[in-house]
T-cell receptor, first 113, second 114 residues
Framework: GESVGLHLPTLSVQEGDNSIINCAYS??????FIWYKQESGKGPQFIID?????DKRQGQRVTVLLNKTVKHLSLQIAATQPGDSAVYFC????????????FGQGTILTVHP | GAGVSQTPSNKVTEKGKYVELRCDPI?????LYWYRQSLGQGPEFLIY????????DSGLPNDRFFAVRPEGSVSTLKIQRTERGDSAVYLC????????????FGPGTRLTVL
């Protein structure tokens, strides 16, 4: 199939390394943030979320960090596996517009065995 | 259980034609969302429904685009007088409630306008 994200930032890591994917969000009023993983030919899949009253949240092998001062969000994946290879998007929303997600550009993560 | 399903998976049409894209949300999910994803970009919001009504249609690009959800379950996105610029993957998502609940996405319909 065609390659998604020909112009997206890319991150290439070795299996077992930790990965850090960054995202700059646009709206200072946003108060809810989500990271999605999208594999080729599939819809985005929820990974982890964080609300603006927090600066860190951990899941299984993933951690999201939020820096509201500089409007920056990062996703850390521990012990990256080949199955983590995908395009990763951050998304933001706020207040009464919780149904309307605004997605960032996306980052292609490639994990080499 | 079954996830969000979308039909058709691929649709090729000619410029000027009318198309309908269907979304079957997860059973019991009251909120339904449509997004459009162009190559190399993140999904772009089009419209979302809470029950049968459109709660926010601010993302529809123009009046050629219309969506319905008559019984609060299945939704249809309708595009009139298609243009080549409408070519994209159209994604549907549903969530249990509106208001920050996790949105579960379907696989999308790839629309190609020749």
């Amino acid at each position: 199939g065609e390659s998604v994200g020909l112009h997206l930032p890319t991150l290439s890591v070795q299996e077992g390394d930790n990965s850090i994917i960054n995202c700059a969000y646009s709206n200072s009023a946003s108060d809810y943030f989500i990271w999605y993983k999208q594999e080729s030919g599939k819809g985005p899949q929820f990974i982890i979320d964080i609300r603006s009253n927090m600066d860190k949240r951990q899941g299984q092998r993933v951690t999201v960090l939020l820096n509201k001062t500089v409007k920056h969000l990062s996703l850390q994946i521990a012990a990256t596996q080949p199955g983590d290879s995908a395009v990763y998007f951050c998304a933001e929303t706020f207040g009464t517009s919780y149904g309307k997600l605004t997605f960032g550009q996306g980052t292609i993560l490639t994990v080499h065995p | 259980g079954a996830g969000v399903s979308q039909t058709p998976s691929n649709k090729v049409t000619e410029k000027g034609k009318y198309v309908e894209l269907r979304c079957d949300p997860i059973s019991g999910h009251t909120a339904l969302y449509w997004y459009r994803q162009s190559l190399g970009q993140g999904p772009e919001f089009l419209i979302y429904f809470q029950g049968t009504g459109a709660a926010d249609d601010s993302g529809l690009p123009n009046d050629r685009f219309f969506a319905v959800r008559p019984e609060g379950s299945v939704s249809t996105l309708k595009i009139q007088r298609t243009e080549r610029g409408d070519s994209a993957v159209y994604l549907c998502a549903s969530s249990l409630t509106q208001g920050g609940g996790e949105q579960f996405f379907g696989p999308g319909t790839r629309l190609t306008v020749l």
